[in-house]
């Protein structure tokens, strides 16, 4: 859900988090 909505968020910040999920 969030994957895709927070994906370009996240590797900016810290796609640690979506990598890890």
Do not use: D, L, Q
């Not at 994957?3 to 890890?20: D, F, H, L, Q, V």
């Amino acid at each position: 859900m969030e994957r895709t909505t927070a994906a370009p968020m996240a590797k900016k910040s810290g796609n640690n988090s979506i990598e890890a999920e």
